[in-house]
C-alpha cells in the first residue's frame, strides 16, 4: 500500500501562486507516475498534470499549460504542484495520485488516492 498525503491548499486571490505537496509512504518504491487531479463539486474530476516518479517526463492538461508545473523530489519522496497566475476557475478540491503503471490522465489507472485539498481562489 502506498499512502498519500497532501498539504499546501487554501485561499488565494485570482492572478496568484500557490504550490502543493504530496508526500508518498508506505511501498513507495512500487510507484512509477504520480499525478494531481481536481474536482469541482457536482463535476467529474479531471487530470491536471503528472510526472513519471523515475525518470521525470511530465504532462499537462491543456488548461493549465504554461501556468501549472509538477514536479519531484525523490529523496523526500515528495511531488509539488506549482500553480502560477490562478484565475477563479481553478478552484478546486486538488488530489495527487499514485500508479504503479507509468500512465497519464487515466484517471481508473491510479491506485492510490490522497484525501485532497481545497483551493479556492477568489475574484
Known amino acids: 500500500q502506498v499512502q498519500l498525503v497532501e498539504s499546501g491548499g487554501g485561499l488565494v486571490q485570482a492572478g496568484g501562486s500557490l504550490r502543493l505537496s504530496c508526500a508518498a509512504s508506505g511501498r513507495t518504491f512500487s510507484i512509477a507516475t504520480m499525478a494531481w487531479f481536481r474536482q469541482v463539486p457536482g463535476q467529474e474530476r479531471e487530470f491536471v498534470a503528472a510526472?513519471?516518479?523515475?525518470?521525470?517526463?511530465?504532462y499537462y492538461a491543456d488548461s493549465v499549460k504554461g501556468r501549472f508545473t509538477i514536479s519531484r523530489d525523490t529523496a523526500r519522496i515528495t511531488a509539488y504542484l506549482q500553480m502560477n497566475g490562478l484565475p477563479p476557475a481553478a478552484t478546486a478540491v486538488y488530489s495527487c495520485?499514485?500508479?504503479?503503471?507509468?500512465?497519464?490522465?487515466?484517471?481508473?489507472?491510479?491506485?492510490?488516492w490522497g484525501q485532497g485539498t481545497q483551493v479556492p481562489v477568489s475574484s
Open positions: 510526472s513519471s516518479w523515475r525518470y521525470g517526463p511530465t
Open positions: 495520485a499514485a500508479s504503479t503503471t507509468t500512465v497519464y490522465s487515466a484517471l481508473t489507472r491510479y491506485e492510490y
